[in-house]
Structure formats: structure tokens, C-alpha cells
T-cell receptor, first 111, second 116 residues
Framework: AQSVAQPEDQVNVAEGNPLTVKCTYSVSGNPYLFWYVQYPNRGLQFLLKYITGDNLVKGSYGFEAEFNKSQTSFHLKKPSALVSDSALYFC?????????FGKGTRLHILP | DAGVIQSPRHEVTEMGQEVTLRCKPI?????LFWYRQTMMRGLELLIY????????DSGMPEDRFSAKMPNASFSTLKIQPSEPRDSAVYFC??????????????FGPGTRLLVL
């Protein structure tokens, strides 16, 4: 069955450094993969998605994600972290008409 | 568009009471989703609708939970009777149909429910 795993509960990064939030997936067929972000006391916001095409997907707020079929990964990246990037990040995969979310990774950007 | 609207934003009730959560999706969206978020279980999909018809309610925890979508602009999630373990943040989300579009969901601000 389609699923995603986020191996890190929390990631700490110094402001200005590059950041990576990891996600691995398990799907049959072609994967549809997504990243969402949740700021404190808010609903989730869509960041980016991979359906087909280029393995490097660009999204909102300067984030990008790299689809790697051989490693079954879809890591979220940003070249230079901002304190305002501190939030809860969810990786997700499509299953039928719905999407299944990972458990989330809390990203702390340290000033 | 105002985005997905949920009410109330906060609800405190006593065990055994009926709770009704409300959602207004983005105009024109034909998919509507109800989620529950807790620290222990993360984000769970409870039920979703397409064109006002419930498609998958396999995530609804038990018969105490029910959801309706009487028209394209309104949905309710009802818990009767409520229990302390129902305490969570409940999110509504909507999206447009079509491959590659329906997965881009727009979330409301959530209803924080506390059952005493």
C-alpha cells in the first residue's frame, strides 16, 4: 500500500544554512508525492508536488524537493534557511482519490 | 476567495454532549475532506466527499461520528455523544477534481475541540 515515512521527528538548522527534511515512500506504480507545511495554530499549506517530469520540483517560499526513484526518496530542501521556516512539515503520497500524510517533521531554524 | 472557513474555531464541551463542526469549502471545489490531528496519532483522514457524495468514510473512528454535505458549500462533522478521547484539532480541506489537481488541498484553520 502507498505510504510515506519521515524518519526524523525534529530537525535543527542554523539560519542561513541549507536545510533538508527527509521523506521516503513506498508505492506501487507511479508515485504522486507532496509536501505540506503547518505553521503554529494554522491549517496545512501546500508547498509542492511531484507528478511526473523533472526530478527537481520547485515550490513555494523557496523550497524544492528532489524525487529519487532509485532511493525511493522525496527530500525537501532549501539552500538558505530562514527563522520563519520553523514549522511542521508533512510529506504525503496519493492513494486512490486521497492523500496519505506522514507523521511530520518539526523544523527548528536557530537564529 | 476567503479560503476554507471552519466554525467554531474553539469548542469546549462536556462528555456526552453533541458536537457539530462546520465547514464551508472554497467555491467551485468539488472535493471536501475532514481530518483529525492529535499529538499521538498525527493527521488522520476521517472522510471525504466528491460532488457532495461521501466516497470513503473508512477513517471515521466509530458510529458516534457522522458527516454530511447537503450542498456544495457546506459540510458538517457531528460527534454524538462526545468523549474526552475525541479532543483534537479537526481540519476541513477542499480541492478541485482532476489528476494532479485534487491532491492540492486547501485547509481551513481548524476547530480545536476539548471534551471534558
Amino acid at each position: 500500500a502507498q505510504s510515506v515515512a519521515q524518519p526524523e521527528d525534529q530537525v535543527n538548522v542554523a539560519e542561513g544554512n541549507p536545510l533538508t527534511v527527509k521523506c521516503t515512500y513506498s508505492v506501487s506504480g507511479n508515485p504522486y508525492l507532496f509536501w505540506y507545511v503547518q505553521y503554529p495554530n494554522r491549517g496545512l499549506q501546500f508547498l509542492l508536488k511531484y507528478i511526473t517530469g523533472d526530478n527537481l520540483v520547485k515550490g513555494s517560499y523557496g523550497f524544492e524537493a528532489e524525487f529519487n526513484k532509485s532511493q525511493t526518496s522525496f527530500h525537501l530542501k532549501k539552500p538558505s534557511a530562514l527563522v520563519s521556516d520553523s514549522a511542521l512539515y508533512f510529506c504525503a503520497v496519493r492513494r486512490d482519490d486521497k492523500i496519505i500524510f506522514g507523521k511530520g517533521t518539526r523544523l527548528h531554524i536557530l537564529p | 476567495d476567503a479560503g476554507v472557513i471552519q466554525s467554531p474555531r474553539h469548542e469546549v464541551t462536556e462528555m456526552g454532549q453533541e458536537v457539530t463542526l462546520r465547514c464551508k469549502p472554497i467555491s467551485g471545489h468539488d472535493y471536501l475532506f475532514w481530518y483529525r490531528q492529535t499529538m499521538m496519532r498525527g493527521l488522520e483522514l476521517l472522510i471525504y466527499f466528491n460532488n457532495n457524495v461521501p466516497i470513503d468514510d473508512s477513517g471515521m473512528p466509530e458510529d458516534r461520528f457522522s458527516a454530511k454535505m447537503p450542498n456544495a458549500s457546506f459540510s458538517t462533522l457531528k460527534i454524538q455523544p462526545s468523549e474526552p478521547r475525541d479532543s483534537a484539532v479537526y481540519f476541513c480541506a477542499s480541492s478541485l477534481g482532476g489528476t494532479g489537481r485534487r491532491e492540492t488541498q486547501y485547509f481551513g484553520p481548524g476547530t480545536r475541540l476539548l471534551v471534558l
